[in-house]
């Protein structure tokens, strides 16, 4: 058994933490700065943490443009990286500067929203329009602050393209989400042969299809 504490290093390779929690929803957060900029990036650090009111949330390392524009403006949209859209997604984790849309830098359409200022990604099949409930600096067990920062939001509005919807069910391999894995390059995604259903002690029977 390989056992090591993370604050006094993991003798390997590569840091091993970002595999095993994995794979991950990208957390594709499109916000808006004050002076009407466009900002578009991906966060591995992300999913969904209520049902009612439905919640999600990402974690940024280092102060950047998305926590910042989302604490100013009190607004984001998720939007799903699907598998057709994975290099449009990686160009937008290019390290640029506040000024630059990284919407045009990677060919991508800015739809309006209903409810909240920032755009969605027209081309995702999925977005989310939240509302901020709360931007959280992390700390370590010592309550040390880190330079990390969690942005949690309400959804506010569901979009979802009519073909990931089948027999008025969510199709999430008709999405076709794209999973952020560990390492500096790695993604996985999603087929129907790996497909293994599980139903809780005590529920009603799920119908196959």
């Given at each position: ?173 008709a999405a076709d989400p ?32």
């Open positions: 058994m390989h056992s090591y504490q993370p604050r006094e290093g993991h003798r390997l390779a590569h840091d091993p933490l970002n595999s095993i929690v994995a794979p991950r929803p990208i957390g594709w957060v499109s916000t808006a700065a004050a002076d009407g900029t466009l900002n578009l990036a991906p966060y591995s650090f992300f999913n969904l943490f209520n049902y009612s009111p439905p919640i999600v949330g990402f974690s940024s390392t280092g102060w950047k443009d998305s926590v910042a524009n989302a604490e100013a403006s009190g607004e984001f949209v998720w939007n799903l990286a699907s598998v057709a859209l994975a290099e449009p997604m990686n160009l937008t984790s290019a390290p640029v500067g506040p000024e630059v849309d990284e919407f045009a830098l990677a060919g991508l359409t800015p739809a309006p929203s209903q409810l909240v200022g920032p755009p969605r990604v027209a081309e995702s099949p999925v977005a989310f329009e939240c509302r901020v409930t709360r931007v959280q600096r992390l700390t370590d067990a010592a309550q040390r602050e880190v330079d990390a920062w969690l942005v949690l939001g309400e959804v506010v509005v569901v979009h979802l393209d009519e073909r990931v919807i089948v027999d008025g069910v969510f199709d999430t391999l794209l999973l952020r894995a560990g390492g500096p390059a790695d993604y996985f995604t999603l087929g129907a042969e790996r497909r293994l259903r599980m139903q809780r002690p005590g529920a009603d029977p799920v119908p196959r299809s």
